[in-house]
């Protein structure tokens, strides 16, 4: 595996010479949803790069005038990371320069539809032998410009790149300007730039089109394009083939459609159709200004100019003007509503498919999925099975795209819904003056109309959605209360002090039922009442652990739902300890975090209520001479489990999260042995916006990465130092802290070096804890040895990213051997002598 590059390197002043590029760029980690840089600290006018020289890791190019910069950026958690494990990828691009814009914004990145580069390993960018411009990735070419250059230019070595002020990469001749042999703006990405073109060559049949990207975080492309066809409209589409707006035919001043072109006297135009080409552009009429345009992931096409009042973007324009008319923007079986704060919703009997997704604004691609399965398919003989398919009526709306009619003659709506009911693909129907529609598969591009702010029958048409029947079912109404409130006010005292009590009772059973309601539901953070849990827990009668902040107590509430409550002590340390887990853990969903149900705040009493791990802790099965060794699958899938969600904190949440404690007593075992790392309370948020954090020593000995004692500041690396011992500890089945002779004190941290000496002489499975009896997978076993030892080494930026960690226990990335720990390798030599 080769040694990742520092992300902290000091910014240093660029020089040139004949192998390298070398120039500062800013820490660029910044999540690009947030779209939030520092503005850079130094600037440079090297804007060329010629035969010889490249450009890697934190150099970048500069335009002449300052305004755009070019080099590798990091992008967290992207879909097209080849891994799939959500890590960061790395890709080539173009940005307004932070000293111009202090805030990231992407115009351009190269390998748009192909993998973006992934991996510890450096990519660069260089000019190849044949002339052309290459990103080289651990040998091999991951991206060219793939132009005819030895047709323009017979002397290769001449070929130099440019990165202009109007932000266009440009390969060309060194000693003809106008001998270009490629450039970015003839494969534009999302962004169009004043002076850059859209169009198509009527000659060759090239388009150049804006495609937006998949997400705000990932560049591949997503579903919508827009582009300038033969008849001289520009065109707004959905999955490249679907119209959902046009610009309307050019007047010779500008687009009939978006008369906003010249009402701010901001920008010129230039509109050309001819026999060889139809093609528009912009240009800025005040040079002074910051200004471009670019189609939205919600599928809007967007100007905007750059205030340095509010240091941040301003729009001057958005078309289509509404978000409900862009087609599927919310994706299947949701309704659109541009009168909402967030317009799209999920249809009655459906949830969001992809929480995810719509996080990171892309509703599209995964929409609302069913609830309860349609019970169509359960008929046998001709006779239904259980209970019919139901429809429920949506008024108001804007039918779904794509509708089909119902064969042969439909007289009434009961026919109609007949005819859908009778067709299991069949999802929903409609019934009106046109007669019967029907829709198969997903419903896309429906709209809630409304008038005064509430919905109207009157107004639009009626959708009939087809649900399964359990979902119309109703809870029953409570008679015995009905009838106490019936007949209270002619009791006696008696009876109404039975009145209370049943409706205390009933309340308190309504706020369980809520309860049970948002666990089930996932629907946020349930805020408990101390008597309610203390309840739960038989006034914390059963306990199932401790730790240095509180108490976890086993409970169970009304429905049978077990959960763990931990009871937090100590006044400072608790109320830091609570708001530690609840800020980093309570809004967290994934596989391999422990879920947060709720929490208690009363007073001083803190409680944390989690889901309840019946498989206890890793280091009771790891340690306990009593406990069933684990077999090597699933310590394997442990290993790779806690890599998957330790790489989720580190890359993938809004803000960064160190949990700054990985040791087996934090990861906890579900019932299938499906890990869950836990306790958060020495947890870290760090903004994307940094790359590093100050903090007090914390953890446990034994996981403690070299530079907590040193004192300087941490970053996630840490956790990947922790994530090594325990990696350790689970092929070993030993702790890596324990003390081989007496009470010297001086035989900790011993194993991971016996270890590494194995790895490095090849004999690794002598290592392997004797419980499991050679019952193993030897490629897997050399793997995650090689793994744990990458992550205990001494200098941060040698250990791999969790990303990086899950792609090599994956298999998807081959690891070299790693050298071994210095430092370790010198306090177990001091232990060595001392036992001796």
């Known amino acids: 595996m080769s040694v990742p590059r520092p992300i902290d390197q000091p910014t240093h002043r660029p020089h040139l010479n004949s192998s390298r590029l070398a120039m500062p760029l800013p820490v ?26 490249s450009l890697a890791g934190d150099d970048k190019l500069v335009s002449s005038g300052g305004k755009f910069a070019l080099g590798f950026i990091q992008i ?68 060219s410009t793939r132009a005819d250059v030895t047709a323009n230019n017979n002397n290769n070595n001449r070929t130099v790149l440019l990165l202009l002020d109007t932000g266009n990469l440009v390969l060309r001749s060194a000693s003809n300007a106008s001998d270009v042999m490629w450039q970015s703006f003839d494969h534009p990405t999302d962004t169009l730039l004043p002076g850059a073109t ?52 050019w007047n010779g001043d500008y687009f009939s459609s978006v008369p906003e072109m010249t009402a701010r006297h901001l920008i010129g135009s230039t509109f050309v159709n001819d026999d060889r080409e139809v093609s528009f552009a912009y240009h800025l009429l005040d040079e002074t200004i910051t200004m471009y345009s670019f189609l939205d992931v919600s599928g809007q096409r967007k100007m905007l100019v750059w205030q340095d ?15 409900c008319e862009v087609h599927a923007v919310c994706g299947p079986f949701t309704a659109c509503d541009d009168s909402a704060p967030a317009p799209c919703s999920c249809m009655k009997g459906f949830s969001v498919g992809s929480p995810e997704d719509w996080d990171l604004d892309d509703r599209s691609t995964s929409g609302c999925r069913r609830n309860t399965q349609l019970n169509c398919a359960s008929i046998s003989n001709g006779t239904m099975v259980g ?42 129907y409609s019934f009106g003056s046109g007669g019967c529609s029907m829709w198969h598969g997903g419903l896309l591009n429906v709209k809630q109309r409304q008038i005064d702010g509430a919905s109207s029958s009157g107004d639009g048409e009626i959708l009939h959605i087809r649900l399964a029947a359990k979902e119309f079912r109703t809870r029953k109404n409570n008679s015995v209360v009905i009838i106490l409130v019936a007949i209270g006010a002619g009791l006696n005292a008696l009876v109404i002090l039975v009145l209370v009590v049943v409706l205390r009772r009933t309340r308190r059973n309504k706020r369980y039922s809520e309860t049970l309601d948002k666990i089930h539901g996932g629907s946020g953070l349930v805020s408990f009442r101390y008597s309610d849990l203390r309840r739960a827990t038989r006034d ?116 960064y999260i160190i949990h700054c404690d990985i040791k087996p007593q934090n990861i906890l075992l579900d019932a299938l042995f499906v890990p869950k790392i836990a306790d958060f309370g ?25 530079e907590w004692i040193s004192g300087v500041a941490i970053t996630p690396k840490v956790d990947v130092y922790g994530y090594g011992m325990v990696l350790l500890e689970i092929i070993s089945g030993r702790m890596n802290a324990n003390e081989e002779c007496g009470s010297s004190g001086d035989g900790i941290v011993y194993f991971p070096i016996q270890m590494a000496r194995k790895l490095l002489e090849g004999n690794v499975m002598s290592f392997v804890d004797d419980r499991l009896n050679g019952d193993v997978i030897v490629d897997e076993v050399e793997r995650a040895c090689k793994v744990a030892c990458w992550c205990i080494q001494d200098r941060e930026f040698e250990r791999p990213t969790m990303g990086k960690v899950v792609q090599i226990l994956e298999g998807l990335v081959e690891v070299d051997t790693p050298p071994m720990p210095k430092l370790l390798e010198a306090i177990a030599g001091r232990s060595h002598s001392a036992c001796t």
């Open 28 to 53: 660029l980690l910044a999540l690009l949803c947030a779209l939030h840089a520092p503005a850079s600290s130094a600037s440079t006018a090297t804007y060329s790069l010629s035969p010889g020289q």
């Open 76 to 143: 967290p958690g992207s879909d097209s990371n080849p891994s799939g494990s959500g890590g960061n990828s790395t890709q080539l691009g173009i940005w307004f320069s932070l000293n111009r814009v202090p805030k990231l914004t992407l115009v351009w990145v190269a390998n748009r539809g192909g993998s973006p580069v992934a991996g510890a390993a450096s990519p660069e960018l260089t000019i190849s032998g044949d002339g052309n411009l290459v990103i080289v990735d651990r040998g091999k070419v991951a991206w």
């Open 198 to 249: 859209i169009g198509l060559d009527k000659v060759t049949g090239r388009s150049r089109r804006l495609v937006s990207r998949k997400n705000r975080i990932d560049q591949a492309p997503g579903a919508y394009s827009m582009e300038l066809g033969r008849s001289g409209v520009v065109q707004m589409l959905w999955d490249a083939s679907v119209p959902y707006w046009s610009s309307g035919e």
């Open 309 to 323: 009042a509010t240091r941040d973007w301003v729009t001057v324009y958005v078309h289509p003007t509404t978000q």
């Open 387 to 428: 209970m019919a398919d139901m429809f429920y009526a949506m008024p108001a709306v804007r039918l779904p795209y794509n509708p089909h009619s119902a064969a042969g003659y439909v007289a009434s709506a009961a026919e109609c819904e007949q005819v859908c009911l009778s067709n299991c693909s069949c999802t929903a």
């Open 540 to 655: 914390f009668s059963e306990k199932i652990g401790a730790g240095g902040f509180g108490s976890v107590f086993k409970g169970s509430l009304n429905d049978s739902t077990t959960i763990a409550v931990k009871r937090l002590y100590g006044c400072y340390q608790q109320e830091k300890q609570f708001r530690a887990e609840v800020s980093s853990i309570g809004i967290l969903h994934h596989t391999n975090l422990v879920k947060m149900v709720g929490f208690c705040c009363e007073g001083d009493k803190k409680l944390l209520v989690y889901e309840h791990m019946p498989n206890s802790s890793l280091d009771a099965h790891l340690f306990r001479s009593s406990a069933k060794a684990l077999n090597w699958r699933t310590r394997y899938q442990i290993a790779l489990g806690v890599a998957r969600g330790l790489a989720y904190l580190h890359e993938s949440c809004l803000d």
């Open 682 to 706: 020495m947890a870290k948020l760090l903004t994307r916006d940094f790359s590093r954090v100050m903090t007090t020593t914390r953890g446990t000995i034994g996981y403690l990465a070299p």
